[in-house]
């Protein structure tokens, strides 16, 4: 039986164009309307400022990824990063099985027996027996 390899880590969000997701589509269209507001509100220089920084917010944010992570989502943990505390302490946690605690057995203290090592070795014979297959 043939095997055929399966696709993983597949994450591709539904195209609402052919080539916006929903997500670019909302950002853009938010864009839009800010840059609508700002051109009725401000002068046209400061206009002009403003609509190039949201506008090229709004790209950067549809359509940059880093590491195939989602700008907006970079953001959002770089500021919990730097917000949050960076020292963790240990908290022991208390298991949900109490344990039982086991006595250790205590140690007897033994005399020290010194052994009387033999001047004969008998690894000469262990050898010729060895090297010559006799039992």
Partial sequence: MEQYPVPQF?????????F????????????GAVIFVLYSILP???FV???????????SLGFFKINGVPLLTMVFNSIGFL?????????????LYPFKTIQ?????KVEEVKLGVS?????????????????
Avoid: D
Avoid at 83 to 95: H, I, N, P, R, V
């Fill in 44 to 46: 046209f220089p400061i």
């Fill in 104 to 108: 250790k057995a205590t140690l007897k």
């Fill in 83 to 95: 917000s949050g505390a960076k020292a963790y302490t240990w908290k022991k946690k208390e298991s």
């Fill in 10 to 18: 597949i994450e591709e969000e539904a195209r609402m164009t052919s």
């Fill in 119 to 135: 001047q004969k070795s008998g690894l000469k014979k262990l050898k010729t027996k060895i090297e010559l297959n006799t039992k």
């Fill in 20 to 31: 916006l997701t929903m997500r670019q589509f909302i950002y853009l269209t938010v864009a």
């Fill in 49 to 59: 400022v403003a609509a190039i920084i949201v506008g090229g917010g709004a790209l």
